[in-house]
Antibody
Framework: QVQLVQSGAEVKKPGASVKVSCKASGYTFSDYHMHWVRQAPGQGLEWMGRINPNNGATNYAQKFQGRVTMTRDTSISTAYMELSRLRSDDTALYYC?????????????WGQGTLVTVS | EIVLTQSPGTLSLSPGERATLSCRASQGVSSTYLAWYQQKPGQPPRLLIYGALDRATGIPDRFSGSGSGTDFTLSISRLEPEDFAVYYCQHTETFGQGTTLEIK
């Protein structure tokens, strides 16, 4: 079965960077785009960007351009999301999520979330 | 930039009733990329509907999606206790703000 297992919670100071990992299993990692979505405490969902694990191509939400970097290591079926110049309003639960199929945005498998606290 | 507005913000219903949730786009959008998610406390979102009307794998048939252009609807025909949650619509990079479905 498809599983996405994310790295543990992080506490960072303003101005620092954080790198969250997402290890995939149960399917061919390179065949499905991986997206990153975040959710601030008590708030809604916010799309951050996506990566094509096959070739490393990325698309980022304009809001995060210049601060976010998404990468992958196909040898260990793991995707990464790094966010730099952290601010207090970056405190959120960060999810990786796999596309259902093709090149769209329907996310049918999600990681458990990684809480990043900026304080 | 497309904005998705969901209504109502909170919907109070009883088990067994029918729920109708709305998602309105600020401009016409492709139904291909219109999805609905359910999120329960402490859990990640779960894909319910994609392509505006197709149920995702394992989703009960009491959930149905409809709509086109700017107006989309998620309907739940007979509410079960486990259906009380927050529901989000999505079009490509944009999510609606969510509708909370609570027990009356």
């Amino acid at each position: 079965q498809v599983q996405l297992v994310q790295s543990g919670a992080e506490v960072k100071k303003p101005g620092a960077s954080v790198k969250v990992s997402c290890k995939a299993s149960g399917y061919t990692f390179s065949d499905y785009h991986m997206h990153w979505v975040r959710q601030a405490p008590g708030q809604g969902l916010e799309w951050m960007g996506r990566i094509n694990p096959n070739n490393g191509a990325t698309n980022y939400a304009q809001k995060f351009q210049g601060r976010v970097t998404m990468t992958r290591d196909t040898s260990i079926s793991t995707a990464y999301m790094e966010l730099s110049r952290l601010r207090s309003d970056d405190t959120a639960l960060y999810y990786c999520a796999r596309i259902r199929s093709g090149n769209g945005y329907n996310l049918d498998h999600w990681g458990q979330g990684t809480l990043v606290t900026v304080s | 930039e497309i904005v998705l507005t969901q209504s109502p913000g909170t919907l109070s219903l009883s088990p067994g009733e029918r729920a109708t949730l709305s998602c309105r786009a600020s401009q016409g959008v492709s139904s291909t990329y219109l999805a609905w998610y359910q999120q329960k406390p402490g859990q990640p979102p779960r894909l319910l509907i994609y392509g505006a009307l197709d149920r995702a794998t394992g989703i009960p048939d009491r959930f149905s999606g409809s709509g086109s252009g700017t107006d989309f609807t998620l309907s739940i025909s007979r509410l079960e206790p486990e259906d009380f949650a927050v529901y989000y619509c999505q079009h490509t990079e944009t999510f609606g703000q969510g509708t909370t479905l609570e027990i009356k």
